[in-house]
């Protein structure tokens, strides 16, 4: 599976943006879905899942500021950034933790938050 995450951009400072990532219905109601980020230089992290019962967990990095939630109608998890900050630049992703165990990940989307 190769999921496909969407919604990033350029954002000042204390900006928010919401990211979007589709699935299939097969893969998306049955599976824990993730939120993953990749800076420059660093390695990717996990940043927050949600189960398909809807129980969430977030990093302490980003803990009060994003929120990850989902759609069941739409096979779509979201991740709402509120109060952006320059460390946050990263790509970000969207995965399952089967896939991103075994080093499957679609094409991720950019967010540049500048200072």
């Given amino acids: ?13 204390g900006g928010s943006l919401r990211l979007s990532c589709a699935a299939s219905r097969s893969i998306f109601s049955n599976n824990v879905m ?9 390695q990717r992290e996990l940043i ?3 189960t398909s019962a809807g129980r969430t967990n977030v990093a302490d990095s980003v803990k009060g500021r994003f929120t990850i939630s989902r759609d069941n109608t739409k ?14 630049t990263a ?20 967010v540049t938050v500048s200072s």
């Fill in 1 to 13: 599976v190769q999921l496909q995450a969407s919604g990033g951009g350029l954002v000042q400072a």
């Fill in 34 to 42: 993730g939120w993953y980020r990749q800076a420059p230089g660093k």
């Fill in 48 to 50: 927050a899942t949600i």
């Fill in 75 to 88: 096979n779509t998890v979201y991740l709402q950034m509120n109060s952006l900050n320059p460390e946050d």
């Fill in 91 to 110: 790509v970000y992703y969207c995965n399952t933790p089967v896939d991103a165990i075994r080093g499957l990940w679609g094409q991720g989307t950019q």
